[in-house]
């Protein structure tokens, strides 16, 4: 399966933006579609992931409250919907497909990843 990940850009803290993972392949239902980030310097960590069916979903602390994970499989699409962006969320944001788990491990396709800014 192939992905690729869009949606990114600037926005003001307090904002919303709506990342979107567009999947190619027969097989992408059979995947969990989990997002990740990574700042700057820093190691890529663990969003938010949504289960095959759209039935169960994990988030991370940080996120939780703010961030929504849905998604189509008509569509072959997952969408991350980020609202009361904080400067801390500021990041490249990427999509993967594999496993409902929180470890980078546990995904093997991963796409391109979208740049998200969010200024103070």
């Known amino acids: 399966v192939q992905l690729q990940a869009s949606g990114g850009g600037l926005v003001q803290a307090g904002g919303s933006l709506r990342l979107s993972c567009a999947a190619s392949?027969?097989?992408?239902?059979?995947?969990?579609i989990g997002w990740f980030r990574q700042a700057p310097g820093k190691d890529r960590t663990f969003v938010a992931s949504?289960?095959?069916?759209?039935?169960?979903?994990l988030y991370t602390d940080s996120v939780k409250g703010r961030f929504t994970i849905s998604r189509d499989n008509a569509k072959n699409t997952v969408w991350l919907q980020m609202s009361s962006l904080k400067p801390g969320d500021t990041a490249v944001y990427y999509c993967?497909?594999?496993?409902?788990?929180?470890?980078?491990?546990?995904?093997?396709?991963w796409g391109q990843g979208t740049l998200v800014t969010v200024s103070s």
């Open positions: 949504i289960s095959w069916s759209g039935a169960s979903t």
């Open positions: 392949g027969s097989t992408f239902s059979s995947y969990a």
């Open positions: 993967a497909a594999g496993q409902l788990r929180t470890r980078t491990s546990s995904y093997d396709y």
